[in-house]
């Protein structure tokens, strides 16, 4: 199994361009996640699919984030404008149920903007 | 509300001494928890999990947790920290039928040669 596969595995871009992160969850798994990372906040949920339907949102930070997942082998994360402020690394994860809410989580994207 | 609390920040051992991690949870329920490691640009990695049974499980890399109810606690232990072990470590807790963590704020280990 190759595992939660996040695409670009870097991205820098400058303030105020729209940047879009991808991941593609494991095959089989009906529940996908979006996390932020950064040193002041640590792991924050963003939001959270199930069978490719949004569940919770709440973590969102604002309209500037946006999130969709069109089937159950890609979603999108979308920041349009981005700001110095978003810059952190972003994991996706998916789970299935039966799994016990075990994640599994891909190897991230690290984002910069200037 | 849920809340996990991971009260060391950094912890630092030498090789080949034993480890222990602390992971506090606040939740009304029997909870899922969780322990990842994140080794440095790398995402996480399940370590151990506990949602039933046995109060202590086994993970792998020789780690081992204990659930105490009393304490409402979840600590990691290794009886003898390698230098591959130096990484972050994340205690998690899941409410059962729920798929949303409540991550701690992570432990931090540096192990000394």
């Known amino acids: 199994d190759a595992g939660v596969i996040q695409s670009p595995r870097h991205e820098v871009t400058e303030m105020g361009q729209e940047v879009t992160l991808r991941c593609k969850p494991i095959s089989g798994h009906d529940y996908l996640f979006w996390y932020r990372q950064t040193m002041m906040r640590g792991l924050e949920l963003l939001i959270y699919f199930n069978n490719n339907v949004p569940i919770d949102d709440s973590g969102m930070p604002e309209d500037r984030f946006s999130a969709k997942m069109p089937n159950a082998s890609f979603s999108t994360l979308k920041i349009q404008p981005s700001e110095p402020r978003d810059s952190a690394v972003y994991f996706c994860?998916?789970?299935?149920?039966?799994?016990?809410?075990?994640?599994?989580f891909g190897p991230g994207t690290r984002l910069t903007v200037l | 509300a849920q809340s996990v609390t991971q009260p060391d920040i950094h912890i630092t051992v030498s090789e080949g001494a034993s480890l222990e991690l602390r992971c506090n949870y606040s939740?009304?329920?029997?909870?899922?928890l969780f322990w990842y490691v994140q080794s440095p640009g790398q995402g996480l990695q399940l370590l151990l999990k506990?949602?039933?049974?046995?109060?202590l499980v086994q993970g792998i890399k020789g780690f081992e947790a204990e659930f105490k109810r009393s304490q409402s606690s979840f600590n990691l232990r290794k009886p003898s920290v390698h230098w591959s072990d130096a990484a972050e470590y994340f205690c998690?807790?899941?409410?059962?039928?729920?798929?949303?963590?409540?991550f701690g704020t992570g432990t931090r280990l540096k192990v000394l040669a």
């Open positions: 994860a998916s789970s299935y149920r039966g799994s016990y809410n075990e994640q599994f």
């Open positions: 506990y949602f039933s049974g046995d109060t």
């Open positions: 939740y009304g329920a029997t909870p899922y």
């Open positions: 998690a807790v899941a409410s059962s039928g729920t798929y949303k963590y409540i």
